[in-house]
């Protein structure tokens, strides 16, 4: 079974600051990875999508990359702002219907 | 990309009692799928509701305990029978829509509380 898992759990910066979320999954043999914010009593929102066969995707301040071989991923955020302040989600698709999700890393950016 | 909205956002309940969560979507989509979050867990796959067929539930849930309806391709519900306070959590629908059809979209949630 697909474990994945995040660090840091929790995570604190200054604004401004450029900073780096960890994930990684046990099997390689994933159809995608996801990242996702949540927002309390806001659902998760989508954030960025790399298909297995991708090395990473960009969006504005956000990079994501993933190294399918080692297993694992990063989300960069740039410039970091205190509406970043949420829980990021890494999720892996493994081309069933299931995707499997870490446990968050919590992010709070300090005005 | 898909707009779900989910009701109740949130309820207290006494165990033994059932609770039914509705997910509305705003386009017709194929799959909908319910996901559980525990307090600081990870989310986990509870089942895929198709339309038209009877859903398809991830080991560990049984459909006795979560009973799902999906009449159209815009709605589903999911009930959360003789519920204990282990049943406590956030319940989440979701859908992959749009042109990137593996983007996965979420409603913002139902927060249950069980006593």
């Known amino acids: 079974k697909q474990e994945v898992t995040q660090i840091p759990a929790a995570l604190s910066v200054p604004e401004g600051e450029n900073l780096v979320l960890n994930c990684s999954f046990t099997?390689?043999?994933?159809?995608?990875l996801q990242w996702f914010r949540q927002d309390p009593g806001k659902g998760l929102t989508s954030l960025l999508l790399i298909q297995s066969s991708q090395r990473e995707q960009t969006s504005g301040r956000l990079n994501a990359s993933l190294d399918k071989s080692s297993g694992r991923s990063t989300l960069y955020i740039a410039a970091s702002q205190p509406g970043d302040s949420a829980t990021y989600l890494c999720a892996v698709g493994t081309g069933a219907n299931n995707l499997f999700f870490g446990t968050g890393t919590r992010l709070t950016v300090i005005p | 990309s898909a707009v779900i909205s989910q009701k109740p956002s949130r309820d207290i309940c006494q165990r033994g009692t059932s609770l039914t969560i509705q997910c509305q979507v705003d386009s017709q989509v194929t799959m909908m799928f319910w996901y559980r979050q525990q307090p600081g867990q990870s989310l986990t796959l509870i089942a895929t509701a198709n339309q038209g067929s009877e859903a398809t539930y991830e080991s560990g849930f049984v459909i006795d305990k979560f009973p799902i309806s999906r009449p159209n391709l815009t709605f589903s519900t999911l009930t959360v029978s003789n519920m204990s306070p282990e049943d406590s959590s956030i319940y989440l629908c979701?859908?992959?829509?749009?042109?990137?059809?593996?983007?996965?979209?979420f409603g913002p949630g139902t927060r249950l509380l069980v006593l």
């Open positions: 099997d390689s043999a994933i159809y995608n």
């Open positions: 979701s859908v992959r829509a749009g042109t990137r059809t593996e983007t996965q979209y």
